[in-house]
């Protein structure tokens, strides 16, 4: 059996148990979210792991300890948190200075995570939240062009600049 099919066995006996040991008429837990959702990411196979991703489970934990507690763990956000990105994100590739200010807003240049986590976490959550909208073109980040946009942040004018891009982009066809 290879890896990623044990993996995926292993997740769906866990995912087994979690919801076996639910109390009956209870509403529904929020671990089985969890581990439903770390499924996705171990059983995907070799050919659909994401471009720039080399392990898409790692990615999922990077985004889950360092990201999530904002954007959700769907992208969807709150007005309180943070934007969605489900079904936008990669629009913003679509349009000049997208790209740079993917990288530049103060949650994703100020993150602890190293260049490569980081470069890795951006490609997941493209692909994850919003690869319908992904140009055909696209290169993935790489550490070295994280590491250089990560060192100018976005302060007061990221969400002045988020809305300018955005309605660029909502302007467009796709790509
Ligand atoms: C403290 C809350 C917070 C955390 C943690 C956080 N973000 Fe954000 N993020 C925001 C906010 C708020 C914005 C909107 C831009 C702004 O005003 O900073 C944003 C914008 C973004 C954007 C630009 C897309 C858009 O719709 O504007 C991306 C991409 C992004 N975040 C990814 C991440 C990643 C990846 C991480 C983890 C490494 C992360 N964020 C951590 C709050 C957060």
Same mark, same amino acid.
């Given at each position: 059996?290879? $890896?990623? %099919?044990?993996?995926?066995?292993?997740? =769906?006996?866990?995912?087994?148990?979690?919801?076996?040991?639910?109390?009956?008429?209870?509403?529904?837990?929020?671990?089985?979210?969890?581990?439903?959702?770390?499924?996705?990411?171990?059983? #995907?196979?070799?050919?659909?792991?994401?471009?720039?991703?080399? $392990?898409?489970?790692?990615?999922?934990?990077?985004?889950?300890?360092?990201?999530?507690?904002?954007? %959700?763990?769907?992208?969807?956000? @709150?007005?309180? #948190?943070?934007?969605?990105?489900? %079904?936008?994100?990669?629009?913003?590739?679509?349009?000049? &200075? &997208?790209?740079?200010?993917?990288?530049?807003?103060?949650? *994703?240049?100020?993150?602890?995570?190293?260049?490569?986590?980081?470069?890795?976490?951006?490609?997941?959550?493209?692909? %994850?939240? $919003?690869?319908?909208?992904?140009?055909?073109?696209?290169?993935?980040? =790489?550490?070295?062009? *994280?590491?250089?946009?990560?060192?100018?942040?976005?302060?007061?004018?990221?969400?002045?600049?988020? @809305?300018?891009?955005?309605?660029?982009?909502?302007?467009?066809?796709?790509?």
């Amino acid at each position: 059996m290879s $890896d990623v %099919r044990r993996g995926a066995v292993a997740v =769906t006996v866990l995912l087994g148990a979690a919801l076996g040991a639910a109390a009956p008429g209870a509403t529904a837990p929020a671990q089985p979210a969890v581990i439903a959702e770390t499924a996705t990411a171990v059983a #995907t196979p070799a050919s659909t792991v994401p471009a720039g991703v080399e $392990d898409p489970q790692r990615a999922w934990q990077n985004w889950t300890l360092n990201c999530q507690g904002c954007h %959700r763990l769907d992208g969807s956000g @709150s007005d309180s #948190t943070a934007p969605g990105i489900a %079904r936008t994100v990669a629009k913003f590739l679509w349009v000049p &200075g &997208g790209r740079e200010y993917l990288v530049r807003v103060p949650g *994703v240049a100020t993150s602890p995570l190293s260049d490569a986590e980081l470069a890795e976490v951006m490609n997941w959550m493209l692909w %994850r939240f $919003d690869r319908e909208h992904l140009p055909a073109a696209f290169a993935p980040f =790489t550490a070295a062009e *994280v590491g250089r946009l990560r060192t100018r942040p976005l302060r007061l004018e990221a969400s002045q600049m988020r @809305s300018d891009l955005l309605s660029k982009a909502e302007g467009l066809a796709s790509p």
